[in-house]
C-alpha cells in the first residue's frame, strides 16, 4: 500500500467517524426536541380538557339559575313551598355552589376570577331580588308575589348576570380555540420530528454498513449512498404531501365547528324566545280564566239587578250601565289576554284574503281619519287561507291603528297582500310551505333594534300612559300562531315600519263552519219557557247567578258543580238543555257531553267558557258557545238557539264527536 493510498484511507476514516459523532449528536438533540415537542402537546391537552370543564360548568350554572326562577314563577302562582318553593330555594343554592367551583377552576387566571367575582356579586344581587318575591309567596300575599316576581323579572340584573356567564363562557371559548390550535402545531411537530428521528436512524444503520464495508466496496458505497439519497427525496415528498393534506383537514374541521357554533348559539337563542313567550302566554291565560269567572258574575249580577229596577229610578240606572261598561270593557281586555294566550276560541272559515282588505277600506277610512292616506294594494290571485275573519280584521284594524300613531295621525299607510312560499324557520319558528302575506306599512318614526325585539310581550308599549294597554301586537302575535302562521317586523328608525302576517294556505272548502258565538246575538230576549235545563258550573258564584237568570227566564233550571252529579241527576230525571262549563276538574265540558250523548241523544248542548285550552276547541264544534262573562239577554239567545237546533242535527255532532 503506498503512502498515498494511506493517507487516503486515514481520511476516509477519520470522515466516518466525524459523520457518525455528528449524526450521534443530531439524534441526540432529535430526542430532546421530541420530549419537548411531546410535553408541549399533553399541556396543550391539559389546557383544552380546563376549558372545557370551565365552559360546562357555566352552562350548568346558567341552567340552575333558569330553573330556579321558572319555579319560583310557579311558587308565586301556586304558593306551594313543599314543592316549587323548594325547587327554587334547591336550584339557587346549586347555582351558588356551582359558581365556588367555577372560582376555583379560574383560579389561575386572573380576568377569568375577577369575571367570576363580579358574576358572585351579581348573583347576590339577583338572589336579593329574587328572595323578595319568594317571601311574598311563603307568606301567601297572593298578587303581591306575582308584582314583586314581575319587578324581579324587569330588573336589569338578570340579564346583566346572564351576560357576565356569556362573557365568561366566551373568553374560554377563545381560550380553547388558542389550546386546540398550539396542540395541532406541538402534535404535527412532535410527528415531523418522530418521523425525522426515524429517517436518522435508518442513516446511522446505514452508516455502520457503509464503514463496515468502505475499504473494499468504495463503488458500492456511492451506489447505494445515491439510491438511499432517491429514497429520501421520494419520502419527504410523500410526507409533505401527507403534511399539507393533514393541515387542509384541521382547516376544514376549524371551520365546520365554528359554524356550528354560531348556528347553535342562534337557535338556543329562539329557543329561550320561545320558551318565554310560551311562559307568559299561560300566564295570561290563566289570570284571564280566572278573571272571566268574576266579570261572569259581576256582569250576571248587574244585569239582573238593571232589568227588575224601573220606575224613576233613573240615577240608580245611570251607575248600574256605568258599572256595566267597566265589566264589558275588562271582558275586551280578557279576550285580549286570551287572544294572546292562544286560548280563544277561534272560528275559522275559507276566506279570500283580497277580497277582504278590498272590503275594508271604508271601515279604515272612518278609523284612521282623512289626514291618512290609505293605499290598498291586493293580490288577484291570492290564495284561500283558513282563519277566523273577525279576528283577522280586528289584527288589520290594530295593525292600522298602530301605524296611523306611529305617523302622529298624518301620512301614507299601504295595506297589501301578496303569495308567499317560505322555508322553515325563514320568519320566526313558522313551517315551510304556501303562506298568505298581509303587510302594513307605515312612513313613521320606524322602531329601535331593542323596540323591535320586544314588541310582541304583553302590556309592552312605546305610547303614552292612557294611549295603549300594549296587547294590540301581543294579540296578533297569538291569533296568527294559533291559526298555524306567524308575524314578521321589518323597521328603521326614520323611515316606518312594515309589519306583516303569515297565514297559511288551505284547500279546504267554502263551507260554513258550525261554531259560533250565541253572545253575538241580539240582545233581544228569546225564550221557551218551561224548558227543564241541566247547569254545570264548577265555579258556585257563576253557579248563583247563571240560575237566578234562567229562572228570570221563565226556565226550571237544575244546578250542580260537577260532571259526576250531572250524570246521577240525568239518570232520574229528564233535560231538555245541559249547560256546561269547558274548563272543570276531574272531567271537563266536553268529556261530559260525551259520556251524556252515549245514553241519551234527545238533548240540546250549550257551552260556556272564558278560557279554551290547546287541543279542545275541536270538541265545541257544532254547539252553541257562550263566552264569559255574559248578559242575561245574550244568555237568553244562546239558550234559544241551542234548544231550536233540529234533533237530527244534536245526532249528528254527537256522532262527530264521538268518532273525533
Known sequence: MTPQEEISFDWRRGGAAAGALIATLILLAMVVLVAFSNRARDDALEGERHAYDVTLLVRTVDASISQSEAALGRFVLDEKVETSGNIYYNQWRLAGYQIRQLDRLVARDAEQRTRVGDLRQLYQQRG???????????????????????????????????????????????????????????????????????????????????????????????????????????????????????????????????????????????????????????????????????????????????????????????????????????????????????????????????????????????????????????????????VDSHQLENAIVNLAVNARDAMDGTGMMRVSTANVTLAANQVGDIQGGDYVRISVSDSGCGMTDEVRERAFEPFFTTKPVGKGTGLGLSQIFGFAHQSGGEVGIESKVGHGTTVSIYLPRTDAAATAVPLHPAAQRSDLDTTVPGARILLVEDDPRVRSSTVEALEDLDYEPVACSSGAEAIDLFAGQQFDLVISDVIMPEMTGPELIRNLKATHDDFAVLFVTGYVGEGETHDLVGHELLRKPFTVSALAGAVAAALSRPPSARLRTSASAAKG
Open 128 to 386: 336579593v331580588e329574587l328572595a323578595t318575591a319568594a317571601r311574598a309567596a311563603a307568606g301567601r300575599q297572593g298578587s303581591g308575589a306575582i308584582n314583586l316576581y314581575y319587578s324581579a323579572a324587569l330588573s336589569p340584573t338578570g340579564p346583566a348576570l346572564r351576560a357576565k356567564l356569556s362573557e365568561i363562557a366566551d373568553n374560554e371559548r377563545a381560550l380553547l380555540r388558542e389550546r386546540m390550535a398550539q396542540t395541532q402545531i406541538f402534535s404535527a411537530e412532535a410527528d415531523r420530528l418522530t418521523d425525522y428521528l426515524s429517517w436518522l436512524g435508518l442513516i446511522v444503520g446505514a452508516a455502520a454498513i457503509f464503514l463496515s464495508v468502505v475499504a473494499v466496496q468504495a463503488l458500492r458505497l456511492n451506489a447505494a449512498a445515491r439510491r438511499l439519497a432517491e429514497s429520501q427525496l421520494e419520502r419527504a415528498e410523500g410526507l409533505e404531501q401527507a403534511v399539507a393534506e393533514r393541515t387542509r383537514e384541521l382547516l376544514t374541521a376549524n371551520e365546520a365547528l365554528k359554524a356550528e357554533a354560531v348556528e347553535r348559539q342562534a337557535a338556543e337563542a329562539q329557543l329561550r324566545q320561545v320558551q318565554k313567550m310560551e311562559a307568559v302566554g299561560q300566564l295570561t291565560g290563566g289570570i284571564a280564566h280566572d278573571f272571566n269567572n268574576m266579570l261572569a258574575v259581576v256582569v250576571g249580577g248587574i244585569d239582573l239587578a238593571r232589568r227588575r229596577l224601573n220606575g224613576p229610578r233613573r240615577e240608580v240606572l245611570n251607575h248600574l250601565h256605568n258599572a256595566m261598561e267597566g265589566a264589558t270593557r275588562a271582558a275586551a281586555l280578557t279576550r285580549r289576554l286570551l287572544s294572546f294566550a292562544r286560548s280563544e276560541p277561534l272560528l275559522p272559515e275559507r276566506v279570500d284574503s283580497s277580497e277582504l282588505v278590498a272590503g275594508m277600506s271604508d271601515l279604515l277610512d272612518r278609523t284612521l281619519g282623512e289626514r291618512i292616506q290609505v293605499e290598498i294594494d291586493i293580490a288577484a290571485d291570492a290564495w284561500p287561507i283558513y
